[in-house]
């Protein structure tokens, strides 16, 4: 019981910060992008050439740092594929989004996301071949914690789960300490008296989307770091991601990091009850459950 | 006068040896399109789609069938079964196609099956469809002779693999399989077998596909302390199942479908984590010629031909091919299906998986006689209802690739599966 | 020649049948707001239980009750019906894009336990032994499929009759008042959640239909055919064609599934030898770009919701 417990949570960071990248992008600009998974995907695949690129040229790098199974070549790769991701989600937006939302209403750009979806995965397949990698092929054993009950921790888990919870802080602080962050939140919640005051709107829409790919790209590399690096890692990942979002509520970072933490533990408690085969469906009796019983989410307010 | 006639009759053969010449060549430039319905954007399907165009190659390297180029016509099935059956539909309708290879998944070669081939009278010939709902269609007549699968019954697999527990004498196991018709039956069988072996099932749990973690499984799967651990699981999850089961601390005695026989899940797993790991898969023959077919296979692809259903696609193809050389040129799909017995006949000459293996096999085909196809999975036998029952062997990952362990005859598995019940 | 208008009948009939579903989908989205997220698990339920209460015997499973066609295909969309009503009554209340999500999660939920539960539906292996209505007569050609596609247009053309009547009538112009205007609407006596129930169970009922005769055609169904990739096949069907209106539905069914096929067999025709391997990746990448260019020339679709007059004003004399 207690491992399960742990293993949601553990499970669950990585999905908490692609929640929170979501829930910033739902919040301000307004729409359900399923596409936002995609770019755990592209943070996942570009860490992949940039770790080769850098195991290639310094050797010191290759060296796992402690109890990990991350490479310091692997570490600095994270940051270049922020950066990539970032600009990836930015072009994404101009050529398509701001289009489409100049034009249509919400529904097209949820479906104009859908779209993107499928056209980002299947490059992604075409470029890199749809087999199976990994950043490194050793394989860490687990710590033990405990001998009775059984307790086991894998060290690159708890390294997630950490570099996590440092983020979500420094994003909440962001958002609620500076003014950078009020402004974030000032257009959020109306975009033309945030306009009125000064704001440029249109950085911030840049902004945003940095924001949410570089957290994306942190969760997809932590995703192929725990389990493994494909073309679907956009598909497998984006309802757990969505209900993550969805139960925390919208707009809300710490609801983002417990939403995660709720749908990765009902996935691992939900084996105890239900036949695994029923595993997909937990996330979303979770966001049904919820949302009975606060129709907003966990932390959401209504909305204006 | 004379000189007339003498003029006559050498105009007369240059013209005749000239039509007889253009016919030759007219034979040559002839095509016959065979179509494919594959999910070529699946990871695992990809190599299946370039199996069976490598055997089209070979063909046609040899002559062609019945004087005829061979063309195969690829359509992905993106294992969606709507998509599946219009491609198969365009195939047999607009391309004209009398042989289909397809489908991979049970689920989308079963419609195919009833809307398209069986109403065309088109041969179809599977590499992996696995579910028993085919025998039963057969055993009702529904499937006119038309239906072939080069799939190896999962009853068999499930025998050896309960074999290989009890002679390593495991006393509990663990289950973990992958959640499709072909898991769910093996899961089905394997349980039962375990079970007629005094062998404790600790646990049997489903492998969803695409799920972000598998942590959840396998904690489950540990905590009955099985003996040891058997995976109905493709590459793809297996690979994750597996490294999760190991990193925290599951026994490395496991025994592998042959699905994992797999030089990407050695790899991505470690070869030092697989000494105690046995596999279970049907027989290649134990013929010199065999290893014929494995040169030709590297020299092209460059590793060798491990990975679900590749023999089988390999097999589907080749057997597919022959059959249509026996019927000759434009046959249709129904007496193309009659001749798959006169190319699988026990009691033919036998031929090998490759080129010269069929230019052989069209030599004897054209002089009346039968052939014995020595395929990639081995001699390939059908049953009655399209369904193949193979020899067996046991095998476990070594440097290039895999070592066999362990071979027992058709007889040694008939006699095995009846000592079980 | 031939071939030709045997493929062509063949893709006819497939058309057709998603188009009903996307009929039943306009009446949720285009007429009443209403984001159905699970467009497939209603499909499903209708193709599941028209094979279940139509098919014959199978062991270990429910089922085999060889009920008269026309009453399985019934009994089918009073399936779809019931689950409709049980998810609408727990979903409908939430905000469009939350129940976006909850309608997806019943949808997975259903195929789960399509999947697993074994008694049931067969599990992974699917539901057979169905023998197509008047297959003994007939036999399994092209016949049979012309006059499949006859009964098919026929029930495409009424269901469209329907629901233009219902557009039209008393309760279509509360539908339109309530997706545009809850309050004022419920100021006038209406009562929304009941109205908007009543539009989710119909719109579930034709999906159903859809899913019935679905199964009756390939005379089988598995986990494998409802997966996600139909609910959005479907909404990407009324989309492209005009959410809002039911020609609209209609054209999109046939343009999509059009485009889905023909880029299949183009690829396979015209793409190079080296490049075969690589069609499958490379059509879904022009399904997504036809997706994407069509929301940024036209997304309202490409016969948008003409707004239906009931009454004209008379002037007072």
């Given at each position: 019981m207690i491992q399960h417990l742990l293993d949601g949570i553990l499970v669950g960071a990585v999905l908490s910060l692609g929640a929170a990248g979501l829930t910033m992008v739902m919040h301000m600009l307004r729409f359900a992008n399923f596409s936002h998974a995609e770019l755990l995907s592209i943070g996942a695949y570009s860490a992949l050439v940039f770790d080769a690129l850098f195991k290639g040229i310094s050797p010191v790098l290759a060296a796992q740092i402690g109890l990990l199974s991350m490479t310091g070549a692997l570490a600095l790769s994270m940051v270049f594929s922020m950066v990539i991701t970032g600009i990836s989600a930015v072009i994404f937006d101009k050529l398509i989004f701001r289009r489409v939302r100049e034009k249509g209403e919400e529904l097209s750009m949820v479906f104009a996301s859908f779209g993107l979806a499928l056209i980002i995965r299947n490059a992604i397949g075409l470029i890199f071949g749809l087999q199976t990698k990994l950043y490194s092929q050793d394989i860490v054993f687990a710590t033990v914690l405990s001998r009775d009950p059984l307790v086991l921790v894998k060290p690159d888990q708890l390294a997630t789960l950490g570099i996590t919870l440092a983020i979500i802080l420094l994003l909440h602080l962001i958002l609620s300490r500076t003014i950078f962050g009020y402004a974030l939140r000032a257009v959020a919640e109306n975009p033309s008296l945030a306009q009125v005051n000064g704001i440029n709107l249109q950085r911030m829409i840049v902004v945003v989307w940095v924001l949410g790919g570089g957290l994306a790209a942190l969760a997809g590399v932590f995703y192929g770091l725990n389990n493994q690096i494909t073309p679907v890692i956009g598909r497998d990942l984006v309802l757990p991601i969505f209900a993550a979002t969805i139960v925390g509520g919208i707009g809300s970072i710490y609801g983002a990091l417990l939403g995660g933490f709720v749908v990765g533990t009902a996935a691992n408690l939900a084996v105890m009850v239900l036949?695994?085969?029923?595993?997909?469906?937990m996330p979303f009796l979770i966001i049904i459950a919820v949302l009975l019983i606060r129709p907003n989410g966990l932390f959401g307010e209504e909305r204006t | 006068m004379k000189r007339c006639n003498r003029m006559m009759v050498s105009t007369l053969s240059v013209a005749m040896g000239l039509a007889l010449s253009a016919g030759a060549a007219a034979a040559q430039d002839c095509t016959t399109k065979i179509g494919a319905v594959l999910p070529t954007s699946v990871d695992w399907g990809r190599p299946i789609a370039e199996t069976a165009q490598f055997v089209v190659d070979q063909v046609n390297e040899a002559g062609g069938v019945a004087g005829c180029n061979v063309e195969m016509v690829l359509r992905d099935s993106q294992v969606d079964p709507k998509v599946g059956v219009d491609a198969a539909k365009a195939l047999v309708d607009l391309d004209g196609v009398q042989v289909l290879l397809g489908a991979v998944s049970s689920g989308v070669s079963m419609p195919i099956l009833t809307s398209v081939t069986v109403p065309g009278n088109v041969l179809q010939m599977s590499c992996?469809?696995?579910?028993?709902a085919f025998t039963k269609l057969a055993e009702e007549g529904k499937t006119k002779g038309l239906f072939f699968r080069t799939f190896a019954t999962t009853g068999v697999q499930a025998a050896v693999g309960a074999k290989v527990a009890k002679d390593q004498g495991y006393k509990s196991v663990a289950i973990l399989y992958k959640n499709d018709d072909w898991g769910q039956d093996l899961q089905n069988l394997i349980a039962k077998d375990f079970e007629a072996l005094g062998i404790t099932v600790t646990s049997a749990t489903a492998i969803n596909d695409g799920q972000p973690s598998y942590r959840a499984e396998v904690t489950s799967a540990l905590s009955g302390n099985p003996d040891a651990l058997y995976l109905g699981l493709y590459p793809n999850e297996g690979t994750a199942a597996v490294r999760e089961w190991l990193s925290l601390g599951g026994t490395q005695n496991m025994i592998m479908a042959n699905s994992l026989k797999s030089d990407e899940f050695r790899d991505n797993v470690g070869l030092q984590y697989l000494g105690k790991a046995f596999g279970t898969d049907t027989a290649s023959p134990r013929v010199a010629s065999a290893d014929s077919f494995v040169a030709a296979y590297e020299a092209k692809f460059g590793g060798a031909p491990n990975g679900p259903g590749l023999a089988n696609s390999y097999d589907a193809t080749m057997i597919a091919l022959l059959a249509m050389e026996a019927a000759g040129k434009d046959a249709t799909g129904d007496q193309i299906a009659a001749q798959v017995a006169r190319v699988t006949d026990p009691a033919g000459t036998p031929v090998t998986a490759d080129a010269a293996g069929f230019a052989a096999a069209r030599d004897v085909l054209a002089g009346g006689g039968n052939v014995m196809y020595q395929g990639a999975t081995g001699n390939v036998r059908f049953d009655v209802n399209g369904d193949v029952s193979a020899p067996a062997v046991v095998w476990k990952f070594a440097e290039e690739s895999v070592e066999e362990v362990e071979y027992m005859s058709l007889t040694d598995v008939d006699d095995f599966i009846a000592s079980l019940k | 020649m031939i071939g030709l208008v045997s493929y062509l009948v063949f893709f006819a009939i497939v058309a057709s049948i998603l188009a009903i579903a996307v009929l039943g989908l306009n009446l949720q989205w285009g007429n009443t707001g209403l984001f159905n997220g699970g467009v497939v698990a209603f499909f499903g339920a209708g193709a599941y239980g028209t094979l279940i209460l139509g098919g014959g015997p199978q062991d270990g499973q429910l089922g085999g009750f060889g009920l008269f066609y026309p009453l399985a295909l019934l009994g089918g969309m009073a399936t779809a019906g019931l689950l409709a009503w049980g998810v609408g009554i727990l979903t409908l209340r939430l905000r469009h894009d939350y129940l976006a999500i909850s309608t997806f999660g019943i949808a997975v939920a259903f195929e789960n336990l399509m999947r697993n539960a074994q008694w049931l539906g067969g599990g992974a292996q699917g539901l057979r032994g169905f023998n197509r209505p008047l297959r003994a007569a007939l036999g399994d050609g092209f016949l049979y499929n012309i006059l499949f596609l006859l009964c098919v247009l026929v029930l495409l053309v009424l269901t469209y009759r329907f629901l233009e009547t219902l557009v039209a009538s008393p309760f279509g112009r509360q539908l339109r008042a309530i997706r545009e205007d809850e309050t004022a609407a419920r100021s006038l006596g209406k009562t929304p959640a009941r109205i908007r129930l009543t539009a989710f169970v119909t719109g579930s009922v034709i999906m159903g239909l859809a899913g019935g005769l679905y199964g009756t055609f390939y005379a089988f169904v598995s986990p494998q055919d409802i997966l996600p990739t139909l609910t959005f096949q479907i909404w990407a069907m009324l989309i492209v064609g005009g959410a809002g209106n039911n020609k609209g539905a209609v054209l999109g069914a046939f343009l999509i599934w059009g485009a889905w096929t023909a880029s299949g067999w183009a690829l396979s025709r015209f793409a190079p030898i080296e490049a075969q391997l690589y069609t499958g990746s490379i059509q879904y990448i022009l399904i997504g770009l036809v997706i994407v260019g069509m929301l940024l020339w036209r997304p309202q679709g490409l016969l948008p919701e003409r707004l239906v007059v009931s009454q004209l004003g008379r002037t007072k004399t």
């Amino acid at each position: 019981m207690i491992q399960h417990l742990l293993d949601g949570i553990l499970v669950g960071a990585v999905l908490s910060l692609g929640a929170a990248g979501l829930t910033m992008v739902m919040h301000m600009l307004r729409f359900a992008n399923f596409s936002h998974a995609e770019l755990l995907s592209i943070g996942a695949y570009s860490a992949l050439v940039f770790d080769a690129l850098f195991k290639g040229i310094s050797p010191v790098l290759a060296a796992q740092i402690g109890l990990l199974s991350m490479t310091g070549a692997l570490a600095l790769s994270m940051v270049f594929s922020m950066v990539i991701t970032g600009i990836s989600a930015v072009i994404f937006d101009k050529l398509i989004f701001r289009r489409v939302r100049e034009k249509g209403e919400e529904l097209s750009m949820v479906f104009a996301s859908f779209g993107l979806a499928l056209i980002i995965r299947n490059a992604i397949g075409l470029i890199f071949g749809l087999q199976t990698k990994l950043y490194s092929q050793d394989i860490v054993f687990a710590t033990v914690l405990s001998r009775d009950p059984l307790v086991l921790v894998k060290p690159d888990q708890l390294a997630t789960l950490g570099i996590t919870l440092a983020i979500i802080l420094l994003l909440h602080l962001i958002l609620s300490r500076t003014i950078f962050g009020y402004a974030l939140r000032a257009v959020a919640e109306n975009p033309s008296l945030a306009q009125v005051n000064g704001i440029n709107l249109q950085r911030m829409i840049v902004v945003v989307w940095v924001l949410g790919g570089g957290l994306a790209a942190l969760a997809g590399v932590f995703y192929g770091l725990n389990n493994q690096i494909t073309p679907v890692i956009g598909r497998d990942l984006v309802l757990p991601i969505f209900a993550a979002t969805i139960v925390g509520g919208i707009g809300s970072i710490y609801g983002a990091l417990l939403g995660g933490f709720v749908v990765g533990t009902a996935a691992n408690l939900a084996v105890m009850v239900l036949p695994s085969g029923y595993s997909p469906s937990m996330p979303f009796l979770i966001i049904i459950a919820v949302l009975l019983i606060r129709p907003n989410g966990l932390f959401g307010e209504e909305r204006t | 006068m004379k000189r007339c006639n003498r003029m006559m009759v050498s105009t007369l053969s240059v013209a005749m040896g000239l039509a007889l010449s253009a016919g030759a060549a007219a034979a040559q430039d002839c095509t016959t399109k065979i179509g494919a319905v594959l999910p070529t954007s699946v990871d695992w399907g990809r190599p299946i789609a370039e199996t069976a165009q490598f055997v089209v190659d070979q063909v046609n390297e040899a002559g062609g069938v019945a004087g005829c180029n061979v063309e195969m016509v690829l359509r992905d099935s993106q294992v969606d079964p709507k998509v599946g059956v219009d491609a198969a539909k365009a195939l047999v309708d607009l391309d004209g196609v009398q042989v289909l290879l397809g489908a991979v998944s049970s689920g989308v070669s079963m419609p195919i099956l009833t809307s398209v081939t069986v109403p065309g009278n088109v041969l179809q010939m599977s590499c992996c469809s696995s579910s028993t709902a085919f025998t039963k269609l057969a055993e009702e007549g529904k499937t006119k002779g038309l239906f072939f699968r080069t799939f190896a019954t999962t009853g068999v697999q499930a025998a050896v693999g309960a074999k290989v527990a009890k002679d390593q004498g495991y006393k509990s196991v663990a289950i973990l399989y992958k959640n499709d018709d072909w898991g769910q039956d093996l899961q089905n069988l394997i349980a039962k077998d375990f079970e007629a072996l005094g062998i404790t099932v600790t646990s049997a749990t489903a492998i969803n596909d695409g799920q972000p973690s598998y942590r959840a499984e396998v904690t489950s799967a540990l905590s009955g302390n099985p003996d040891a651990l058997y995976l109905g699981l493709y590459p793809n999850e297996g690979t994750a199942a597996v490294r999760e089961w190991l990193s925290l601390g599951g026994t490395q005695n496991m025994i592998m479908a042959n699905s994992l026989k797999s030089d990407e899940f050695r790899d991505n797993v470690g070869l030092q984590y697989l000494g105690k790991a046995f596999g279970t898969d049907t027989a290649s023959p134990r013929v010199a010629s065999a290893d014929s077919f494995v040169a030709a296979y590297e020299a092209k692809f460059g590793g060798a031909p491990n990975g679900p259903g590749l023999a089988n696609s390999y097999d589907a193809t080749m057997i597919a091919l022959l059959a249509m050389e026996a019927a000759g040129k434009d046959a249709t799909g129904d007496q193309i299906a009659a001749q798959v017995a006169r190319v699988t006949d026990p009691a033919g000459t036998p031929v090998t998986a490759d080129a010269a293996g069929f230019a052989a096999a069209r030599d004897v085909l054209a002089g009346g006689g039968n052939v014995m196809y020595q395929g990639a999975t081995g001699n390939v036998r059908f049953d009655v209802n399209g369904d193949v029952s193979a020899p067996a062997v046991v095998w476990k990952f070594a440097e290039e690739s895999v070592e066999e362990v362990e071979y027992m005859s058709l007889t040694d598995v008939d006699d095995f599966i009846a000592s079980l019940k | 020649m031939i071939g030709l208008v045997s493929y062509l009948v063949f893709f006819a009939i497939v058309a057709s049948i998603l188009a009903i579903a996307v009929l039943g989908l306009n009446l949720q989205w285009g007429n009443t707001g209403l984001f159905n997220g699970g467009v497939v698990a209603f499909f499903g339920a209708g193709a599941y239980g028209t094979l279940i209460l139509g098919g014959g015997p199978q062991d270990g499973q429910l089922g085999g009750f060889g009920l008269f066609y026309p009453l399985a295909l019934l009994g089918g969309m009073a399936t779809a019906g019931l689950l409709a009503w049980g998810v609408g009554i727990l979903t409908l209340r939430l905000r469009h894009d939350y129940l976006a999500i909850s309608t997806f999660g019943i949808a997975v939920a259903f195929e789960n336990l399509m999947r697993n539960a074994q008694w049931l539906g067969g599990g992974a292996q699917g539901l057979r032994g169905f023998n197509r209505p008047l297959r003994a007569a007939l036999g399994d050609g092209f016949l049979y499929n012309i006059l499949f596609l006859l009964c098919v247009l026929v029930l495409l053309v009424l269901t469209y009759r329907f629901l233009e009547t219902l557009v039209a009538s008393p309760f279509g112009r509360q539908l339109r008042a309530i997706r545009e205007d809850e309050t004022a609407a419920r100021s006038l006596g209406k009562t929304p959640a009941r109205i908007r129930l009543t539009a989710f169970v119909t719109g579930s009922v034709i999906m159903g239909l859809a899913g019935g005769l679905y199964g009756t055609f390939y005379a089988f169904v598995s986990p494998q055919d409802i997966l996600p990739t139909l609910t959005f096949q479907i909404w990407a069907m009324l989309i492209v064609g005009g959410a809002g209106n039911n020609k609209g539905a209609v054209l999109g069914a046939f343009l999509i599934w059009g485009a889905w096929t023909a880029s299949g067999w183009a690829l396979s025709r015209f793409a190079p030898i080296e490049a075969q391997l690589y069609t499958g990746s490379i059509q879904y990448i022009l399904i997504g770009l036809v997706i994407v260019g069509m929301l940024l020339w036209r997304p309202q679709g490409l016969l948008p919701e003409r707004l239906v007059v009931s009454q004209l004003g008379r002037t007072k004399t």
